[in-house]
């Protein structure tokens, strides 16, 4: 029998700080934590054949937080794009980025623009990473394109559709099957609402930087068990 697995999956990583609080480290020594879990689990994720990946990096919100953990995530980014996510290239994966332009230095937005161009051929799977990214803005900023075509006049009032409205969002990607967000945490901290329509959620314990493929293959089991609906019977 064919085994259920769902086709976008939705990660929120959670509890870098509290992981690295717990061991007596710094909060940067668990984001540097979590982003070296992170080329392992996509693998394994790939691996299993699940096309659609998508990653809360960074949120809007997340620029209230102190300068210095601001300015360490970002360097890191610059890593994790300019190095770590090589072998992700290597099994020929598209990365794209959705979120806005604001508040990224320079030298990250240019390494994203960057993957983005080299991995555009990619057919294994897709990434789309949030960085700086709010799922109340992603509808604010598809609202004023949509806006924008009606009153050129590319677009009649009657022709905006589901359809016309996927078009426009950062990224035109099927809907999310299922979110996972570590920590324990029990929201969605603005994370692609609109996509998230009928995902099933899962609210592990753990913190991201232990969240690895076992954690992943468990969650998996759970996401199997569920019975999902879509408003039928
Ligand atoms: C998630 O871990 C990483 C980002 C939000 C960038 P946190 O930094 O939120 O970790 P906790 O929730 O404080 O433990
Ligand atoms: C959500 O986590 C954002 C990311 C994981 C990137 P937060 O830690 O920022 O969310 P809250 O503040 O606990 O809701
Ligand atoms: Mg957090």
Known sequence: M???????????????????VERGLSR????????????????????????????????TENFKRAEKEVSFLMNLFLDL?????????????????????????????????KLEEETKEGNRGVLNICLNYGGQ???V????????????GKLKVS??????????LYQNLPPLDFVIRTSGEKRISNF?????????????????????????DKAILEFQKRKRRFGGN
């Not at 394994?44 to 054949?49: A, F, P, Q």
């Not at 290239?89 to 959705?98: A, D, E, P, T």
């Not at 900023?141 to 050129?152: G, N, P, R």
């Open 28 to 59: 940067s020594e668990g984001h540097q934590a979590g982003a070296e879990n992170l080329e392992s689990l996509l693998c394994h994720i790939y691996d299993r054949h699940i096309p659609y990946v998508s990653l809360y990096a960074f949120s």
């Open 159 to 168: 022709d905006i559709t589901k359809e016309k409205v996927e078009e426009n």
């Open 81 to 113: 794009f300019q190095k770590k996510l090589v072998k992700l290239k290597k099994l020929n994966v598209q990365i794209l980025f959705s979120g806005r332009r604001e508040n990224i230095p320079e030298k990250v937005w240019l390494a994203m623009k």
């Open 141 to 152: 900023d598809m609202t004023k394109k949509i806006v924008s075509l009606a009153l050129s």
């Open 137 to 139: 803005y992603e509808i």
């Open 2 to 20: 064919k085994e259920v697995l769902p086709y976008h999956v939705g990660i929120i990583m959670d509890g870098n700080g509290r992981w690295a």
């Open 192 to 216: 692609m609402l609109y996509q998230s329509a009928y995902a099933e959620y899962y609210f592990p314990k753990v913190y991201f930087p232990d969240f690895d493929c076992e954690e992943f």
